[in-house]
């Protein structure tokens, strides 16, 4: 109860003052941003066309963008990629905030828009739909900082689905949080293609990745 209540009140206070330092700087070309681009390389195939809508959810500072980007310009004349962070305010040490940051990360990609918002805020349609460790279980949404609240992965799940038009990659931390992914599937009546465990040779984590494709 306590946590959640100083979660409430700082969220509050960040979403509200926004506060930021300035001119963040950091590392255009990354390991995440190779990551993500390997790992849709392995994952999506797709063929090329005029347009492609993508979002993105959980964007965080969303550092690996120019990897997502690279990745779709290749299929495309036009590419739109949204990102969407329900808590882009949140400062890091340095009192640099992830909009800040995310607003570095996207300087120069003509059809990119960083969006401070909550999920079930979109309404728009999208071709593909990208997703990277949602949270499943409530201890680390609790411990990023977030209300209760928003703690809703089966009705966020289904939103995301209705935005759907051709497929959407979701990436688990766990193996524990993937098989709380797949009943989440179920109970909402979503067929899924499980694509066992996520690897590449950009980066490495503490805990085993799993993915899964859903098709509309």
């Not at 070309?29 to 492609?52: C, G, H, M, P, T």
């Not at 940051?101 to 990609?109: N, S, V």
Request: proline fraction near 3%.
């Amino acid at each position: 109860m306590f946590q959640d209540l100083k979660n409430r009140f700082d969220f509050f206070i960040r979403s509200h003052t926004k506060f930021s330092r300035k001119n963040y700087r950091g590392e255009i070309e990354n390991a995440e941003s190779d990551y993500v681009f390997d790992i849709l390389n392995q994952n999506l195939k797709l063929s090329k066309r005029e347009n492609i809508k993508v979002l993105d959810i959980g964007s965080k500072n969303w550092a690996y963008v120019r990897g997502e980007y690279k990745f779709f310009k290749q299929f495309c004349t036009n590419l739109q990629l949204d990102g969407v962070e329900i808590d882009a305010y949140r400062l890091y040490a340095n009192l640099y905030s992830r909009y800040e940051a995310a607003g570095f990360y996207t300087k120069g990609l003509k059809g990119v828009n960083y969006y401070a918002d909550n999920l079930l805020n979109i309404k728009e349609e999208y071709d593909y739909i990208i997703w990277l460790l949602p949270f499943v279980t409530p201890y680390p949404h609790r411990s990023w900082g977030l209300p209760e609240k928003y703690f809703m992965p089966e009705k966020l799940l289904e939103h995301a689905y209705g935005l759907l038009r051709e497929e959407m990659l979701i990436v688990n931390q766990g193996e524990e949080e993937a098989e709380i992914q797949k009943i989440l599937f179920e109970k909402s009546g979503i067929l899924y293609e499980p694509l066992g465990r996520i690897l590449s040779d950009c980066l490495e984590f503490k805990n085993n990745r799993y993915g899964y494709i859903v098709r509309k």
